[in-house]
């Protein structure tokens, strides 16, 4: 069962705009949620996790348990923000995470 | 602190064939997790080992396994591939083995079965 859904494949947005990247989730306990980006010829990094509840690179993400979402976002989107971004769930069950499939952004100068 | 280290970096294997794909934590990790990424269905994940022991095991068949040395460094084997075999195959390395964790990646090995 698909336990991480990433729904958009392909996101653009203009330099300067907000920028939403949706992430939802199945899991009826209590999961620890995570970003990660892999920038152009890069490794696969953490950007953010949920139990941080930081702002990094000017990103944020909001567990919301009600809606099963972790949705990222930034409100002024830079160049180098264009990248692929992964949500990924684990159920602290040890090192097994949930990845979705992925949202590659891309910032339009 | 050196990074993920992942070898081959590139094979190429025939059908029916065996490979052997290694990673080298980064030092004081103890946890070692595979993953298989292709364009069709993402990472997906195959195994952890945390002090050389399987944990956590993904929904693979048996043709794929693997093992963790006592100085945390890990294989992982896959036997008679199939072409549906051909992916990267990337390792993460983790601190914690609590999956709340940061995990630290490889650059991956490109296998291609043909």
């Known amino acids: 069962a698909q336990r991480v859904t990433q729904p958009e494949k392909l996101l653009s947005v203009f330099k300067g705009a907000p920028v939403e990247l949706k992430c939802n989730y199945s899991y009826s306990g209590s999961p620890e949620l995570f970003w990660y980006v892999q920038y152009s010829r890069q490794r696969l990094q953490l950007l953010l996790r949920h139990i941080s509840r930081e702002s990094i690179k000017g990103f944020t993400a909001d567990l919301n348990k009600g809606e099963t979402s972790f949705h990222l976002k930034k409100p002024f989107a830079q160049e180098e923000d264009s990248a692929m971004y992964y949500c990924a769930l684990s159920m602290n069950t040890g090192n097994q995470f949930y990845f979705g499939t992925g949202t590659s952004l891309t910032v339009i100068p | 602190k050196a990074g993920v280290t992942q070898t081959p970096r590139y094979l190429i294997k025939t059908r029916g064939q065996q490979v052997t794909l290694s990673c080298s934590p980064i030092?004081?990790?103890?946890?070692v997790s595979w993953y298989q990424q292709t364009p069709g269905q993402g990472l997906q994940f195959l195994f952890e080992?945390?002090?050389?022991?399987?944990?956590n095991k993904g929904n693979f068949p048996g043709r794929f396994s693997g093992r963790q040395f006592s100085n945390s460094r890990s294989e992982m084997n896959v036997s008679t591939l199939e072409l549906g075999d051909s992916a990267l195959y990337l390792c993460a390395s983790s601190l914690t083995g609590t999956g709340a964790g940061e995990q630290y990646f490889g650059p991956g090995t490109r296998l291609t079965v043909t």
């Open positions: 030092s004081g990790h103890r946890s």
């Open positions: 080992y945390f002090s050389e022991t399987q944990r």
